[in-house]
């Protein structure tokens, strides 16, 4: 499935990515647009969906990325669908997995062999409502702020690592869509900003 690019190469320096989706790919483009920067750490070498109509896959295409979709549906179990991710991940260049908005619980046989290569963005301030419903329960707890989170996945659920978090304030009248859309902004500086830091990172150990 998905088109028959041949695998990119890393640049010298810059960590190969896969972004894995599963809508709009909002998080997908704040990683493309930085990736332009002459200086930034990453390339993305793989967009990977498990929804065949995710408009994710449009931007993807449009900036000439490969991508791939291997929709949950086909396949009977968790494990199947993750080993197939798996296979898929080692046709190309991946130094770190990246969840944006991917809309899947993941099992250790995915996280396992990418454990401390594979990120995700939580739309909360970590360890604050690890899972759903993220922004109405802060508000029902009458916070006075939320944010979002970018950790390294576990096969606890938004337990991992905190990478960094960015925070907004909580305004009186806020209803749980106006503050996602005040978070959302901050995600798109926050993904760029934890890529950047773990490349350095990882050139520091290298």
Not at 133 to 158: F, K
Request: net charge negative; charged share 20%; proline share 5%.
């Amino acid at each position: 499935m998905g088109n028959l690019e041949q695998q990119k190469t890393p640049k010298p320096g810059k960590l190969g990515l896969a972004v894995l989706i599963s809508g709009r790919g909002s998080n997908l483009q704040s990683i493309i647009d930085a990736c332009r920067i002459d200086n930034f750490p990453a390339q993305i070498n793989l967009v990977l969906s498990n929804t065949p109509d995710a408009y994710g896959l449009v931007r993807a295409k449009e900036n000439d990325i490969s991508t791939r979709i291997v929709s949950h549906k086909d396949f009977e179990t968790k494990a199947d669908f993750e080993t197939e991710i798996l296979s898929i991940l080692d046709e190309f260049n991946i130094d770190l997995v990246c969840l944006a908005g991917f809309m899947r619980i993941l099992s250790p046989t995915l996280i396992t062999p990418w454990e401390g290569r594979i990120i995700n963005i939580h739309p909360s301030l970590l360890p604050k409502y690890k899972g759903l419903h993220t922004h109405q329960r802060a508000i029902e707890a009458g916070d006075t702020e939320s944010g979002c989170t970018i950790h390294y996945v576990t096969p606890g659920v938004d337990e991992g690592e905190i990478i960094l978090q960015k925070s907004v304030p909580i305004i009186d009248g806020d209803t749980a869509d106006s503050l996602a859309a005040r978070v959302l902004t901050q995600e798109h500086i926050a993904y760029p900003e934890a890529i950047r830091i773990i490349a350095q990172k990882h050139h520091s150990l290298s």
